[in-house]
């Protein structure tokens, strides 16, 4: 019988049971980043203190491959303020290992008259409707994030090397049972830029990101989430990839990932 999930992760007491739609594409065994960088902002906005504020700007730190499975996601302010706060978050498996670091600034909003001039005006991509169903690389698994999550590339693909700009909605909730937030949406779709915009083959290559640094100057609106990315690499093994955060509105902000490029 076809397995249903109704999430990413489904709770278990005070942990969070991974389900087979958190797979990345590097490993079977192994969650994408996007899943459980989501499940660090729901910890973060679960505290008290973050009521009022939003997310300036949030850095993941992957420890290790975070594998599909039981995992803890535990939030706390490391520096409270009434205008500035800094939260600090950790995922780790049931045995207490932790895999995945994340810290944050909030910044309390405010209603402000604001200058036309000091804006800068920003037009989305193309809207999702405009783009056309991904063509994701090949897994061999049946489910994972790629089955997950519904993308339409508006620029570029998955197959095609080079910067690409796709928009991103999720198929099911992150907890089972609960409605996504703003920052949840965003979390989950922000590390993809070094997939979708890849320089490289992936049949040759592997270019894995090892953090991911979120910027935001507002949180989105609606369910899509677009992302125009570039993926630069450079033969020392090392590269980036940069992505600028849309809704339909506009510009959201802008999202970082620092990769290890090695050969397969």
């Known amino acids: 019988m076809r397995r249903v999930f109704d999430g990413f992760y489904e709770r278990d007491g005070d942990l969070f049971r991974a389900t087979e739609l958190t797979r990345g594409p590097w490993d079977p065994g192994a969650q994408h980043a996007g899943p459980p960088a989501a499940l660090l902002g ?35 302010v490391a520096r409270p303020g009434r205008r500035v706060q800094m939260l600090e978050a950790e995922l780790s498996d049931a045995e207490g290992e932790v895999l995945m670091r994340a810290r944050g600034w909030l910044l309390r909003t405010a209603r402000l008259e604001l200058p036309g001039e000091a804006l800068i005006a920003s037009q989305p991509p193309p809207l999702p409707e405009k783009g056309k169903p991904a063509e994701f690389f ?46 949840q949406r965003t979390l989950i779709a ?75």
């Open 190 to 264: 922000a590390d993809v830029g070094n997939g979708i915009s890849a320089a490289l083959d992936f049949r040759r290559f592997l270019f894995i990101n090892v953090d991911l640094s979120v910027h935001l100057e507002r949180m989105p609106k609606g369910e899509w989430i677009g992302v125009d990315a570039a993926t630069l690499p450079r033969a020392n093994g090392v590269g980036t990839a940069e992505s600028t955060l849309f809704d339909e509105g506009g510009r959201i902000g802008r999202a970082l990932q620092t990769l290890l490029i090695s050969e397969r």
């Open 138 to 183: 090949p897994t061999g698994q049946e489910h994972g994030y790629h089955s997950a999550m519904e993308m339409r590339f508006v620029a570029g693909s998955f197959l095609e090397p080079g910067p690409a700009t796709a928009w991103l909605r999720m198929r099911q909730a992150l907890v089972a049972g609960e409605e996504p937030t703003p920052l």
């Open 42 to 76: 729901y910890a973060m906005e679960a505290l008290p203190e973050a009521e009022g504020f939003q997310a300036g700007r949030v850095t993941f730190e992957i420890l290790r491959s975070v594998p599909i499975g039981p995992v803890r996601a535990q939030a706390r």
